[in-house]
T-cell receptor, first 115, second 114 residues
Framework: DSGVTQTPKHLITATGQRVTLRCSPR?????VYWYQQSLDQGLQFLIQ???????AKGNILERFSAQQFPDLHSELNLSSLELGDSALYFC??????????????FGPGTRLTVL | DAKTTQPPSMDCAEGRAANLPCNHS???????VYWYRQIHSQGPQYIIH???NNETNEMASLIITEDRKSSTLILPHATLRDTAVYYC???????????????FGKGTKLSVKP
């Protein structure tokens, strides 16, 4: 158990719909990352937040957005869903403070199926 | 970030050492070598990292060549539960919010057989 929690575990929805994935980082971690893993693209970085502010963006579609709240939990919003958005979505968190490590702790993921 | 090259798959007998190689010939002086693994569809799990010295922890050992152009992850006594995809990632370090995202390649699928 990494200490990172994600809800829901599974989500089945239809094309065109909107969903929200939720992530709670480990206690004390200020950074939250979102990754997408699909069969053909592998693990892809989407976006990073640090203490409520966006820090880095990867291959995140305009239909997707995220935010990190004052209590440090994060939500990933996916809208106008397409079949190709079906994937595993992972959230990860990393420790704050001075560290040269990139140790990230991953949650169990949310499996999204778009029908 | 430096690119890494790993074999797509490897087999290992249970109880034997698993040696997973990684080439990173374009690594820069301030880049670390990180290893993560992903068991089935679980979230990736951090294993170990190093800069230029060999490192060991309770999970594995990391051997980095003197020129830092390649490294080997060693699982000393592989078990069936070590069957996973292993990712070698090269990345600069960072502080707090500057710790960057991880860039995953295709990794090596390690199959530990009885």
């Amino acid at each position: 158990d990494s200490g990172v929690t994600q809800t829901p575990k599974h989500l089945i929805t239809a094309t065109g719909q909107r969903v929200t994935l939720r992530c709670s980082p480990r206690s004390g971690d200020l950074s939250v990352y979102w990754y997408q893993q699909s069969l053909d693209q592998g693990l892809q970085f989407l976006i990073q937040y640090y203490n409520g502010e966006e820090r880095a963006k990867g291959n995140i579609l305009e239909r997707f957005s995220a935010q990190q709240f004052p209590d440090l939990h994060s939500e990933l919003n996916l809208s106008s869903l397409e079949l190709g958005d079906s994937a595993l979505y992972f959230c990860a968190s990393s420790p704050a403070g001075r560290s040269t490590y990139n140790e990230q702790f991953f949650g169990p993921g949310t499996r999204l199926t778009v029908l | 970030d430096a690119k890494t090259t790993q074999p797509p798959s490897m087999d290992c007998a249970e109880g034997r050492a698993a040696n997973l190689p990684c080439n990173h010939s374009t690594i820069s002086g301030n880049e670390y070598v990180y290893w993560y693994r992903q068991i089935h569809s679980q979230g990736p799990q951090y294993i170990i990292h190093g800069l230029k010295n060999n490192e060991t922890n309770e999970m594995a050992s990391l051997i980095i060549t003197e020129d830092r152009k390649s490294s080997t992850l060693i699982l000393p006594h592989a078990t069936l539960r070590d069957t996973a995809v292993y990712y070698c990632i090269v990345r600069v370090g960072g502080y707090g919010g500057s710790q960057g995202n991880l860039i995953f390649g295709k990794g090596t699928k390690l199959s530990v057989k009885p």
